[in-house]
C-alpha cells in the first residue's frame, strides 16, 4: 500500500508473544519453553492467536495491525522477535510462514491491513566464534567496535552494538545486497501491506533509501529521538516515521498537565518532515513505561489517570498522523518499563477504555477530514486547545480541556461552516450553532469534544 493508503488507517500494535495463544502445540518450540511466570520468557502468543483476534480488533474501529518482528530467534529471551538469528525462517514459537501467509489473509478478508516490524541494523547477540545463520555468518559483515560507547555521537549511533547485538556493517555491499534481496522476499512472500523499521538511526541514512526501493510497500521508521528535525530528515530516505517528537509532547501536555502550547511548539516543527500526515502517533510504546505509568494522575487523588489518558487518546485519534494503539492500552494496563509493559492480553471487550476507542475510531473512519484533512490551529492556551480539519466539504472542529475544572472557550474564525449552521458534538450529544464565525462551547475535566456538521 501506498503512504496515502497508509494515511486512511489506525493501528493496533500486537506483541505476537504476548498478545495470545491460539496454538498450545508450539510453545516449546527449539526448546526455548514457554514460562509466564518469567516476563523475559515465552509466554506463547502465536499467529494463530492473532487469526482467533481479529474481530476483537476490529469491533474496536481499527484498520490496520503491526505485528513485531517474526524471523527465526535463537534466545530463550528473545519472545520480542528483535534479535534475528536466521532472516529467511519464521521463528516456530509463533507459527509457520504458512500460517503468517494465513494471518495475512485473514485479516484483509476483515478489511484489516498488516504492517510487519522488521530489522536491518542488528542480529542477536552472538558470541564471537558463531554469527547468525548463513549467509549472515561471516565476520566482516558486522562491525566490531564493542557496545555504543557515546549516544551524542552520530558515528557510535550508527557503528556500535546496542547491548550487545551484533551490528550489520551495511557499507558492505554484500550486506546492503542481502537485507535488500531479504526484504524484497519477505514483502513478496507474506503479502504484508507496509513494514515498520526498527533501529533507522543506527544505520546509515543512504541505505534506507535503497532499502525502501527493494521493499516496495510503505515503510514506517522508528528514529527513536526527541528532535523533530533529526527525526524529520529520515522522511527523505523511507516514506514516514514514528512521532517520537509528539510522543514526548504528548506524555508531558496530556499526563504532566503540562502547558497545551507545546502541542503549538511541537507543530511550528511540522515543516522537517515530508508529510507529517503520514507520522506515526503514538502515546507510549513497548520500548516505554505504559501512558499510566507515568501519568501524575489528579492533584490529591494521584490515582485518577483515566481522563489523563483520554484525554490524550482523543488528541492521537483526531489530529494529524496515523494513530497507534498498543494492545492493552483499551484493558487500562499500567506496566513500567520494558518487559512490564508487554503485560499478557485480556480480552475485554466491554472495557470502558475499549468502548471509548472504539468510539473514536468510528468518528476518525467516518470523517475523512480526521484522516486527509487540513489542519488549523483555531485557539491555543496552557490549558485548552483547539483546532479544525477540513477536507472536500467535511469539517471537523476538535476542542480539547486539559485541566482538572470544566471550562468554556469561545473559539474564534471558524472556516467554511456558515453562520447560523449547527454542529455537533460527536462524542456526546450536544450541540453548537456557529455565530459570528465562532462556537462558545463548555467542556467536562479533560474533555474531548468532535464537532461535525
Known sequence: LSPADWQEKSIYFIMTDRFDNGDPSNDNYGGFNADK?????????????????????????????WITPVTMQKS?????????????????????????????????????????????????????????????????????????????????????????????????????????????WLVQTTGVDGLRVDTVKHVPKWFWREFDGAAN??????????????????????????????????????????????????????????????????IDNHDVPRFL?????????SWDK??????ALGFMFTTRGIPILYQGTEQGFSGGADPYNREDMVFNDQHELYGYIAKLNYIRNTHVALRKGTQAEKWVDDTFYAFQRSYNGDEVVVMINNSWNSQTRTVPN????????????????????????????????????????
Open 76 to 184: 530463550a529471551n528473545a519472545y520480542h522477535g528483535y534479535w534475528t538469528y536466521d532472516f529467511y525462517s519464521v521463528d516456530g514459537h509463533l507459527g509457520s510462514m504458512a500460517k503468517l501467509q494465513e494471518l495475512v489473509r485473514a485479516a484483509h478478508a476483515k478489511g484489516i491491513s498488516v504492517m510487519l516490524d522488521v530489522v536491518a541494523n542488528h542480529t542477536g547477540d552472538f558470541q564471537p566464534s558463531s554469527f547468525a545463520k548463513a549467509p549472515f555468518d561471516k565476520a566482516d559483515w558486522y562491525h566490531h567496535y564493542g557496545d555504543t560507547q557515546d549516544w551524542n555521537d552520530q558515528w557510535w549511533v550508527e557503528n556500535g552494538d546496542i547491548a550487545g547485538l551484533d551490528d550489520l556493517d551495511q557499507d558492505n555491499p554484500e550486506v546492503a545486497a542481502e537485507l535488500k534481496n531479504w526484504i524484497a
Open 414 to 453: 471558524i472556516d467554511r461552516v456558515a453562520n447560523g449552521e449547527t454542529l455537533y458534538n460527536r462524542m456526546g450529544t450536544d450541540k453548537v450553532t456557529v455565530n459570528n464565525g465562532s462556537i462558545t462551547a463548555t467542556l467536562g475535566p479533560k474533555e474531548v469534544k468532535i464537532f461535525t456538521k
Open 293 to 301: 505509568n507515568e501519568a501524575s494522575g489528579k492533584p490529591g487523588a
Open 37 to 65: 511466570s518469567d516476563p523475559r520468557k515465552y509466554h506463547g502468543g502465536d499467529f494463530q492467536g492473532i487469526i482467533n483476534r481479529l474481530d476483537y480488533i476490529k469491533n474496536m474501529g481499527f484498520t490496520a495491525i
Open 217 to 282: 510497500t510503505f515503510t514506517l521508521g522508528e528514529v527513536f529521538h526527541g528532535d523533530p528535525a533529526y527525526v524529520g530528515d529520515y522522511t527523505n530516505y523511507l516514506d514516514a516515521v514514528l512521532d517520537f517528537p509528539m510522543y514526548y509532547t504528548i506524555k508531558n501536555v496530556f499526563g504532566q498537565d503540562q502547558s497545551m502550547r507545546q502541542i503549538a511548539d511541537r507543530y511550528a516543527q511540522d515543516y522537517r518532515y515530508k508529510n507529517p500526515m503520514t507520522n506515526g502517533l503514538f
Open 306 to 311: 483515566w481522563p489523563q489518558l483520554k484525554a
